[in-house]
């Protein structure tokens, strides 16, 4: 294993690692707040941009990883009976089929493209609620994720959609998601701006 592999593997397995205070938290909210259905999505989306890079012979063990833990995540929210269905989950499964439909209509390099702008758009309703009532404590989790993502970027081969595309975007998805966790108390933000 060189160092690119390393790197690549050590990012896979923080992603999923992180996903292990998530559940303990959820285990003891009882899941409060949360849906197997919009995990259950988010997990679909992972399971597709891994199947592409894979096929690419890409840098896929980072969304492998984040795949890995949403299932996870998903399946104690289902032992939860934790199931809700709101406009978010209908536009993630509108970027789920988006994104199959691009799969089979034009291959995986632009699948690939397809899913990480699906994964990062969907996480941008949960950057606008985490401005608006910022969670500190969650902020270690994004931090985790966010080194995470770096890890597997220093780990691809080379300056190539399939090696870099995915840890760079989420790279940046999960630091504005770590900054808006650590968002100073008091600091109102404003649809106009």
């Not at 593997?9 to 909210?29: C, K, N």
């Not at 939860?80 to 291959?107: C, H």
């Amino acid at each position: 294993m060189n160092g690119h592999d390393f790197l690549k593997l050590a990012g896979g397995l923080m992603a999923m690692g992180f996903y292990a205070p998530m559940i303990a938290e959820i285990l003891r909210s009882r899941g409060a707040g949360q849906s197997f259905a919009t995990w259950g999505l988010w997990a679909v989306l992972d399971i597709v941009l891994t199947l592409t890079l894979w096929q690419q012979h890409g840098n896929y063990l980072l969304s492998l990883g984040f795949a890995v833990g949403g299932l996870a995540l998903a399946g104690v929210l289902l032992i939860q009976r934790q199931w809700s269905w709101n406009w978010f989950d209908s536009t993630i499964t509108l970027l789920v089929l988006a994104s199959l439909a691009v799969w089979a209509l034009s291959g995986t390099r632009n699948a690939t493209l397809a899913v990480t702008a699906a994964v990062c758009a969907a996480g941008v309703p949960g950057f606008i609620a985490m401005l608006r009532n910022p969670q500190p404590s969650a902020g270690k989790i994004w931090a985790g994720f966010t080194a995470a993502n770096l890890l597997s970027f220093f780990g691809g081969t080379a300056m190539t959609l399939e090696e870099r595309l995915v840890p760079a975007a989420f790279t940046v998805l999960c630091g504005l998601m770590m900054a808006a966790c650590w968002r100073p108390a008091g600091k109102k933000t404003s649809a106009t701006h």
